[in-house]
């Protein structure tokens, strides 16, 4: 981005190439695909290239989903792109191609909105604004998301039943506290790993019975 903008201003008045005729196209090499991509636009290149994923020779190129983004936030406005697209791309890609993105990947990837912070589940149980960049369910369809581990708290543990099942989990309820004391006991006797979903639903079934009465 320290170069981009002298670049695109000598094609542009120097040698007198419009806006129009300019399209840029980048490659990762040094992290910074994106921010050279809208760098380039900034200063009057009129497009982009991109690719599903940042798929491209060598390091890939501009990330579609995140060149997206990136638009919308100059712009201020969509342009009628339907964002949550980008979520069905990924799970087609994972799900019928059978490749595996990775878990931190940003917009697509599994962890990208989930926390396994109890001091960022306490926060989001109190206003999601506070952790979450952007609404995640309703731009990516993606609600947020938290796993439970030692560092999730009762907080944590609240938040994953009230997203789960819909409903409104006190983290004083005594049985958030009964799963809160199971996760303590698995990780003090050595576990590494997070607590699964069907772990975690094995366990509100015990302690919540509630929850699966109709």
Not at 79 to 97: K, L, M, N, Q, S
């Given at each position: 981005?320290?170069?981009?903008?002298?670049?695109?201003?000598?094609?542009?008045?120097?040698?007198?190439?419009?806006?129009?005729?300019?399209?840029?196209?980048?490659?990762?090499?040094?992290?910074?695909?994106?921010?050279?991509?809208?760098?380039?636009?900034?200063?009057?290149?009129?497009?982009?290239?991109?690719?599903?994923?940042?798929?491209?020779?060598?390091?890939?190129?501009?990330?579609?989903?995140?060149?997206?983004?990136?638009?919308?936030?100059?712009?201020?406005?969509?342009?009628?792109?339907?964002?949550?697209?980008?979520?069905?791309?990924?799970?087609?890609?994972?799900?019928?191609?059978?490749?595996?993105?990775?878990?931190?990947?940003?917009?697509?990837?599994?962890?990208?909105?989930?926390?396994?912070?109890?001091?960022?589940?306490?926060?989001?149980?109190?206003?999601?604004?506070?952790?979450?960049?952007?609404?995640?369910?309703?731009?990516?369809?993606?609600?947020?998301?938290?796993?439970?581990?030692?560092?999730?708290?009762?907080?944590?543990?609240?938040?994953?039943?009230?997203?789960?099942?819909?409903?409104?989990?006190?983290?004083?309820?005594?049985?958030v506290m009964?799963?809160?004391?199971?996760?303590?006991?698995?990780?003090?006797?050595?576990?590494?790993?997070?607590?699964?979903?069907r772990e975690?639903?094995?366990?509100?079934?015990?302690?919540?019975?509630?929850l699966f009465?109709?």
């Amino acid at each position: 981005p320290r170069s981009v903008p002298k670049i695109i201003h000598t094609l542009k008045t120097e040698c007198g190439v419009p806006s129009e005729r300019l399209e840029w196209h980048g490659h990762n090499d040094f992290h910074l695909v994106i921010a050279n991509a809208v760098a380039a636009w900034l200063y009057g290149c009129s497009s982009a290239n991109g690719t599903i994923l940042g798929f491209g020779e060598r390091t890939g190129n501009p990330p579609i989903e995140g060149l997206i983004f990136s638009f919308i936030g100059l712009k201020g406005e969509t342009f009628g792109i339907d964002t949550t697209v980008i979520t069905e791309i990924a799970r087609y890609y994972e799900e019928v191609i059978g490749d595996r993105i990775p878990e931190n990947y940003p917009f697509v990837g599994r962890n990208f909105n989930v926390t396994r912070a109890g001091i960022h589940a306490d926060g989001i149980l109190k206003n999601e604004e506070i952790y979450n960049i952007f609404d995640t369910a309703k731009i990516l369809n993606r609600p947020l998301g938290v796993s439970i581990t030692d560092k999730s708290g009762l907080a944590g543990i609240a938040h994953w039943i009230s997203s789960n099942f819909k409903t409104k989990v006190d983290k004083r309820h005594p049985g958030v506290m009964k799963i809160f004391e199971w996760v303590s006991r698995e990780y003090e006797e050595g576990r590494t790993t997070s607590i699964s979903d069907r772990e975690m639903m094995e366990l509100v079934r015990r302690y919540l019975p509630e929850l699966f009465e109709e």
